[in-house]
């Protein structure tokens, strides 16, 4: 029987983990179907806009890589007192992140009172939809 050379090995493991890490890094995010087939919510009337400062505003959606993401905000004397995602990535690895990170977003925007809030590290796209998504709510809201 023939012993194989070290260094051959050695070489041979380093090529099978750099094959690999280059196929799991050019695996493509699953998106969640539920939520790529869910119809958009109806458009909000100036009838149905709650009065400056007081009241429900709902934002628009942000599509991002992983799925869509849309904030509400309750607003009581021109303060926002409750922030939360009514849409947001979900299934998988994605549901994990995002169970993360919404209640970090829904604090920090209560917190900074604007969309001006810091990513959540591991949740950048999520973030970036939910401030997307909280300006628009502000803008609807006079604020």
Not at 15 to 30: C, D, I, M, Q, Y
Not at 101 to 123: E, H, K, W, Y
Request: proline residues 9%; positive net charge.
């Amino acid at each position: 029987m023939k012993k194989s050379h070290p260094v051959r090995r050695a070489l041979l493991a380093t090529v099978a983990t750099v094959s690999g890490v280059v196929l799991l890094l050019s695996l493509k995010p699953a998106s969640d179907p539920a939520a790529a087939s869910a119809p958009p919510p109806p458009p909000v009337s100036a009838a149905q806009r709650p009065a400056p400062g007081a009241g429900t505003v709902t934002g628009a959606v942000a599509t991002t890589q992983y799925g869509p993401v849309q904030v509400r905000l309750t607003l009581s004397g021109g303060r926002i007192t409750r922030a939360e995602a009514v849409q947001a990535p979900g299934g998988g690895r994605s549901g994990e992140i995002t169970g993360m990170a919404v209640p970090r977003l829904n604090q920090a925007a209560v917190t900074a009172q604007s969309a001006r809030i810091d990513a959540v590290s591991g949740a950048t796209y999520t973030s970036e939809g939910y401030r997307q998504s909280l300006q628009s709510a502000l803008d609807q809201a006079g604020g």
